[in-house]
């Protein structure tokens, strides 16, 4: 244990987790005057992350107020009921996790921490939230599923910057319409599992929501205000009371899973059938026929109909490979239909993307079959997003160069071959670039130091691409990385230094073995390692339980761990890797 503080002392950083711990030592809470006479105590930092996750801490003393400097708190998985009020006091703090606890109340003192941009109370046996978190105006991420909470204070209206809410698993009756319309800048809104009746109408102030989950409710209608959530991708509204949907539904052009499943619908609207859909769950509802035009969804990957009293279609088109279904549906069209289902004129796509990127700053030119992107496109230089994807375009325009603002560059399926460094360079603000299913020759070896600031990276199906497996560490802020179908013999060993990193996909691949370092990538919530040689995993990965949420580990000849536990999911195989780690 001195061995440890020590260390925490000049780093600023100590992890005490999955240490059986039943106290915190003292000399934790005594920060530097715990500095003995032979510790060069000008050497010292201030602690600023105290990591206690996994432990048996019954009690979190007052004396927390000592740990001034602190940034990030994780007592996580503990046996605490209750915070100490002094929690308050820690003004730097940012990060505070709570989860998987017995606590029954948050102290009102916590308003006094203005600087928390992430809570997390999940898993607790909290009533209600304090009022007081309406104060911390940085908050960008609230989680407190999974406990008993009523009713939310009307309080948090005030913070307008909440980008993900994650209310699961509570027994709420309502939300509050001022506070949708508040968090504008929301992404993520998960309300599951409780006792809700309605979706407020200002749920169509949440234009950037990519992910609405109101599953297991007791929801008798979709509002048609939903039109305005413009960027929503994903929408569950499982085991809820729907007998309808409304027309607007089909506005929601970036949709991709709409999950209904369990409901009372009684039919599916004709607009809806303009929606681009990978996956449709109708199953359990009161359908008694389809409209042909679902026939012309040809982007359904899945669709699930089983447990409706469906008339009009033979069980075994119902239960048989969805394009087959699309097929015979699609025939049930009249030739007009059929007519007026067949797409623009190339010409007239390009012109009118071209005068949407003009309002929405987002230029889309995806499947349109071109091998150079006509210079007419580049109308403004305030773009965005560049969506380039499924074309035949073997270099990038020069007029690129000059959209210095672009955030996201999408060149998937392409004929790309040389590394578009030159490009690349200039554009500053770029965060997420896809170059997957493109010939991509090997990237140079400084080829990345261009785009240092990037946060997303797709160079899946580019076989030859990474020539050092190193070349990736320059990439310091990168949060997702995708290598699927990589010829990858061996992990790379750069993505040890990505810090940052949230999705691992090295699905496809030929790695035989995961080092025990990969327990260093503590923010990582999704990791694939689907279809490799994988024959065992190191018990160090075990110690990402707290944030790894999804591991994909099917197509490995995994012989250290029995099927039994595999088949149980994530959290069973990460439990059973940590069980294995040696007691320290």
């Given at each position: ?154 309080e948090l209206v005030s913070c307008t910057k909440l980008i993900k809410f994650d209310v699961e698993g509570n027994k709420l009756t309502m939300l509050s319409e001022n506070m949708l319309m508040s968090w504008t800048v929301l992404t993520e809104l998960n309300a599951a ?392």
């Amino acid at each position: 244990m001195d061995r440890v503080l020590k260390s925490a002392r000049s780093s600023g950083s100590l992890n005490l987790s999955n240490r059986s711990l039943r106290e915190l030592p003292n000399e934790v809470y005594q920060n530097l005057d715990g500095v003995g006479e032979d510790g060069k105590w000008w050497e010292a930092v201030e602690l600023q992350k105290l990591i206690l996750a996994h432990n048996n801490l019954k009690v979190l003393k007052e004396d927390i107020r000592n740990l001034s400097m602190l940034i990030v708190l994780n007592v996580s998985h503990n046996k605490l009921s209750c915070l100490p009020s002094a929690i308050g006091e820690l003004a730097l703090l940012k990060s505070l996790d709570v989860s998987f606890n017995s606590i029954t109340s948050i102290p009102e003192e916590i308003g006094a921490a203005t600087s928390l941009v992430k809570l997390d109370c999940s898993k607790n046996l909290l009533k209600e939230l304090p009022c007081s978190l309406g104060k911390c105006l940085n908050l960008s991420e609230l989680k407190a599923s999974n406990n008993c909470i009523t009713k939310l204070p009307d309080e948090l209206v005030s913070c307008t910057k909440l980008i993900k809410f994650d209310v699961e698993g509570n027994k709420l009756t309502m939300l509050s319409e001022n506070m949708l319309m508040s968090w504008t800048v929301l992404t993520e809104l998960n309300a599951a599992r409780n006792l809700l009746t309605s979706i407020p109408d200002s749920i169509g102030a949440l234009s950037q929501l990519i992910r609405l989950d109101f599953h297991q409710n007791k929801i008798s209608s979709i509002p048609p205000s939903i039109m305005g959530c413009s960027s929503l991708a994903e929408f569950y509204m499982g085991n809820n009371l729907l007998s309808s949907l409304p027309a607007e539904i089909g506005s929601l052009s970036r949709l991709g899973t709409l999950d209904l499943h369990s409901n009372q619908l009684k039919e599916y609207p004709v607009e809806a059938c303009k929606l681009q859909l990978s996956v449709l769950d109708l199953s359990n509802n009161s359908l008694s026929g389809l409209p042909p035009e679902i026939g012309t969804m040809t982007t359904l990957r899945k669709l699930l109909l089983t447990g409706n009293p469906l008339r009009s279609l033979r069980s075994s088109l119902v239960s048989g490979p969805t394009p087959a279904l699309l097929k015979y549906l699609r025939s049930r069209l009249s030739s007009n239909e059929e007519e007026y289902t067949t797409t623009p004129t190339k010409d007239d796509e390009i012109a009118m993307a071209t005068r949407l990127s003009l309002s929405s700053k987002e230029l889309n030119l995806n499947g349109l079959g071109l091998t150079c992107v006509p210079p007419a496109v580049w109308e403004t230089d305030e773009v965005v997003k560049v969506d380039l994807s499924r074309n035949s375009i073997e270099e990038l325009p020069n007029e690129l160069s000059t959209c210095t603002s672009i955030q996201v560059l999408v060149l998937s399926r392409n004929k790309i071959k040389e590394w578009p460094g030159v490009v690349l360079s200039s554009l500053p603000n770029l965060s997420c670039l896809k170059l997957d299913n493109n010939p991509l020759a090997p990237i140079p070896s400084t080829g990345l130091e261009a785009i240092a600031k990037l946060e997303i990276l797709d160079l899946s199906c580019n076989t030859s691409s990474l020539p050092e497996p190193s070349i990736l560490s320059s990439l310091s802020q990168l949060q997702e990385l995708y290598l699927r179908r990589m010829q990858l013999g061996q992990f790379p060993s750069g993505l040890l230094c990505l810090r940052q990193l949230r999705i691992l996909n090295l699905s496809q691949n030929s790695i035989v073995s995961i080092p025990q370092e990969i327990k260093e990538l503590t923010y990582l919530t999704e990791l694939d390692l689907s279809d490799n040689n994988i024959t065992a995993l190191p018990p160090q990965l075990g110690l990402l339980e707290p944030s790894l949420q999804v591991l994909k580990l099917d197509g490995n000849p995994l012989r250290s761990i029995r099927r039994t536990i595999l088949d149980r999911g994530t959290k069973a195989i990460l439990k059973y890797l940590k069980d294995k780690l040696p007691n320290q």
